[in-house]
């Protein structure tokens, strides 16, 4: 049987507009988006962002922030959100080069940053600030990576819009009362120390589906 030219050509134009909705649709559910709760991992230590409500001892007095080698605490569960008066759309892929805040589940304070001395490194102090997720200015952090969007399997860094530092971890531990865990602060140039890749948790769709990678 010869086959119509024009309902093969139809018929392969719709095939090709299939597959690249099913693309599309797999590169979405691939990235980081608005409103996604999870774990950041530092690649280069092993430990993931974590926080409590323990202040430090010296510099602002605000709420610790640190790294953590136990995947499974609950108070390293951070949700992405948009800067402060340019809210992000809930399920949105976040940009590369994007202003985000990161807001730590537990105690709804942003990670922040400011001019003063880590405790250990004599780095620059990262704290977590503000309350129910409202702070300032200086808790807005740009994702710098290397294609379009945030992808979850991808290592980035976080660069911080008021000072120009990256998150960073260098290895140096606390003693008590938070004893084994890891110093995490802001350092001027961009290196080994400042990846960090998203691991365990609930990433928010377009569609309003979770999307459940890990955990919860």
Same mark, same amino acid.
């Given at each position: 049987?010869?086959?119509n030219?024009?309902v093969?050509l139809r018929f ?6 299939v597959?690249?909705?099913c693309?599309s ?11 996604s709760l999870?774990?950041?991992l530092?690649?280069? +230590?092993n ?5 409590h409500?323990? @202040?430090?001892g ?5 709420? =610790? $922030?640190?790294g ?5 605490d609950a108070n390293?569960?951070?949700q992405?959100r948009?800067?402060p008066?340019?809210p992000?759309q809930r399920?949105?892929a976040i940009?590369?080069g994007?202003?985000i805040r990161?807001?730590h589940?537990k ?9 003063f001395?880590s405790?250990?490194?004599n780095n620059q102090e990262v704290?977590a600030?503000g ?16 294609g379009? +969007?945030w992808?979850r ?5 976080? @660069?911080?819009?008021g000072?120009?530092?990256f998150? =960073? $971890?260098t290895?140096?531990q606390?003693?008590h009362p938070?004893r084994?865990?890891?110093?995490v602060h802001g350092?001027s140039?961009p290196?080994?120390h400042?990846w960090?890749?998203?691991m365990?948790?609930?990433?928010i769709?377009p569609?309003?589906?979770?999307l ?5």
């Amino acid at each position: 049987m010869e086959l119509n030219p024009g309902v093969v050509l139809r018929f392969l134009s719709l095939l090709l507009c299939v597959l690249c909705r099913c693309e599309s649709r797999e590169s979405e559910h691939n990235t980081v988006t608005c409103g996604s709760l999870l774990k950041l991992l530092n690649t280069r +230590h092993n430990v993931r962002l974590h926080s409590h409500d323990v @202040k430090y001892g010296s510099g602002s007095g605000q709420q =610790s $922030v640190t790294g953590v080698e136990n995947a499974d605490d609950a108070n390293s569960y951070w949700q992405i959100r948009g800067r402060p008066n340019r809210p992000c759309q809930r399920g949105v892929a976040i940009k590369c080069g994007e202003g985000i805040r990161i807001t730590h589940m537990k105690t709804g304070r942003n990670l922040h940053t400011h001019h003063f001395s880590s405790p250990l490194s004599n780095n620059q102090e990262v704290s977590a600030f503000g309350e129910n997720g409202e702070g300032d200015d200086l808790d807005v952090w740009s994702v710098q990576c290397d294609g379009i +969007h945030w992808e979850r399997d991808d290592a980035v860094r976080f @660069k911080h819009v008021g000072t120009d530092v990256f998150l =960073s $971890v260098t290895g140096e531990q606390y003693g008590h009362p938070i004893r084994g865990q890891r110093e995490v602060h802001g350092m001027s140039s961009p290196g080994p120390h400042n990846w960090w890749r998203a691991m365990e948790g609930v990433f928010i769709q377009p569609s309003q589906e979770l999307l459940r990678h890990d955990e919860l």
